[in-house]
């Protein structure tokens, strides 16, 4: 037993007794996704339940079952301040009720307001294993975790032999942990869009807007997984994506990504959080050529920029006649987050030989509302300003928005929605004075 092990077995304990570190007014941050500290997560509640622990906040993104299971739960909520960087699933109904507050922002700039403009003093985070250097890795939440459990007074880990090994800027030493727990539980699958027919439709177009050696970025949702089943053909692509999702194990073993024309991280498939399958975390699991970085350096659009040829496709939930894209807000609340989508647009279109990709279908899925309309609802979120929108496309075709005037922009959307809106749209277009 070397002086890590032996460290680290000092340092060992239960979930109950590591959150006795918790004080009245902590602020908490934890790892995201399918990261999320279960045990910990869990002990913080109890301890939250058990009335001796008040006036504590938690900051999140993407909550996903554990933290609905603890302290987003009825009974422990309300006696706590919760904070969310990106509504999901599991507390949109939360967040339209009051009970958690939604702190916009761009991804690359969380770990900068978890550190400088909010008051964090406690991380508590999910990590693999310790090597016999003495070393755990962030496995597959890179993002801002690595920020803050750097920057926290107090941080406890939660040691999970299900968590890959990922290399890259992933790394945390024993001598950094104040407590260690430990849980065998199986990370969480979080399944893949499945392609439809209209999706697939998309992909084709997108596919053959994308050059071989082109080094791309893939949003989450069925248009981005069709886009990836389209590629598997092309040579030499890069991978640089804020979400390493299954998709991209397609594109790598197809020998159709190998980052050979990547400006920065050659040959290295980059991302800054992983979601999927077991499939997903065996493969990343001690792969050298899969590295992680923290968001801030992932997502940055000045380092997005020198990638060579960069491709970002992303989705959207509205586009208005402007332009305008609110991929975040939904029947008059907060439905998702920005995400990385405004860090990749501008950072794409930067690129020598880049683009940035708005793809959507055009109606939902019933074919009674469509996703492009005359203007956006007041108090409706602007995700991506018009003058920052490249490229938007739907099933109908693809339009390129730089440069064009507004009588042009509305023509070019009118020619992407759905046959059965565009006489509509015309006819707002009109009254608007887009067009004559």
Do not use: W
């Amino acid at each position: 037993m070397n002086k890590y092990q032996i460290e680290y077995n000092n340092k060992l304990t239960t979930p109950a007794k590591a959150l006795e570190l918790l004080e009245n007014g902590d602020v908490i941050v934890h790892s995201m996704c399918v990261a999320e500290p279960e045990k910990l997560l869990n002990a913080y509640a109890d301890r939250v339940r058990a009335g001796n622990l008040e006036n504590t906040s938690v900051y999140t993104m993407i909550p996903l079952q554990h933290a609905r299971n603890s302290y987003l739960a009825d009974d422990v909520i309300e006696k706590i301040n919760v904070n969310t960087m990106f509504a999901s699933a599991f507390d949109r109904d939360r967040v339209r009720e009051g009970l958690s507050h939604f702190v916009p922002n761009e991804f690359y700039q969380i770990p900068r307001l978890t550190t400088e403009f909010i008051d964090m003093n406690v991380a508590l985070i999910s990590v693999s294993p310790m090597d016999e250097h003495g070393y755990f890795t962030f496995g597959v939440s890179n993002d801002y975790t690595t920020t803050v459990a750097r920057k926290a007074k107090k941080l406890i880990v939660e040691v999970n032999k299900n968590m890959p090994r990922v290399f890259g800027d992933s790394i945390l030493h024993i001598s950094e942990v104040d407590a260690i727990i430990e849980n065998d539980i199986e990370l969480l699958d979080f399944l893949s869009h499945k392609a439809d027919p209209i999706s697939e439709i998309i992909g084709d177009k997108l596919a053959e807007m994308i050059p071989n050696g082109a080094t791309i970025q893939l949003g989450v949702g069925s248009i981005p997984s069709a886009v990836s089943h389209k590629l598997v053909n092309h040579k030499n692509l890069g991978i640089h994506t804020e979400i390493f999702c299954p998709e991209m194990i397609q594109l790598i073993e197809s020998g159709a990504a190998n980052g050979k024309y990547k400006t920065i991280h050659p040959r290295k498939h980059t991302f800054t959080f992983a979601q999927g399958n077991k499939k997903l975390y065996d493969f990343i699991n001690n792969n050298p050529s899969v590295e992680s970085y923290p968001v801030s350096f992932l997502n940055d659009p000045k380092i997005i920029e020198q990638q060579h040829k960069m491709v970002s496709i992303n989705g959207t939930l509205q586009v208005d006649l402007f332009g305008q894209c609110n991929s975040e807000y939904l029947n008059g609340s907060q439905y998702s987050a920005t995400g990385g989508q405004l860090d990749f647009v501008r950072g794409a279109f930067n690129s020598k030989g880049g683009m940035s990709i708005i793809a959507f279908v055009s109606v939902t899925k019933n074919k009674t509302i469509s996703r492009i309309v005359p203007r956006l609802d007041a108090g409706t979120v602007v995700t991506v300003p018009r003058a920052d929108v490249h490229y938007l496309a739907t099933e109908y075709g693809v339009v390129n928005l730089k440069g064009k005037n507004l009588k042009e922009r509305a023509e070019a959307l009118i020619g992407l929605a759905h046959p059965n809106f565009r006489e509509e749209l015309l006819y707002e277009a009109k009254q608007m004075k887009l067009i004559r």
